[in-house]
């Protein structure tokens, strides 16, 4: 708009990678998507909603990798006692 990037592009890596993480994580994501649907057409909208979707999964496995291994430590550390 108005000849000026918005914040959130993918012009160069670091960008880009900050766009994916604000992806991944949900904040604004569909500001970021819409911006790129006018760049690039409509098709561009299928990427952002696999890469929300699977990005929350690893997210999700994540939390649940950290979670499950605190659970064995405390089980582990009460066996000991």
């Not at 604000?22 to 909208?45: Q, V």
């Amino acid at each position: 708009e108005n000849g000026e990037s918005p914040r959130a592009n993918f012009d160069n890596l670091y960008s880009a990678i900050i766009s994916v993480i604000e992806l991944i994580i949900g904040n604004d994501w569909i500001d970021i998507m819409f911006s790129a649907m006018r760049c690039t057409g409509d098709a561009s909208c299928m990427y952002f909603i696999a890469c929300y979707i699977m990005g929350g999964i690893i997210l999700l496995n994540l939390f649940l990798a950290i979670m499950l291994g605190n659970f064995d430590k405390a089980k582990n550390y009460g066996q000991k006692i």
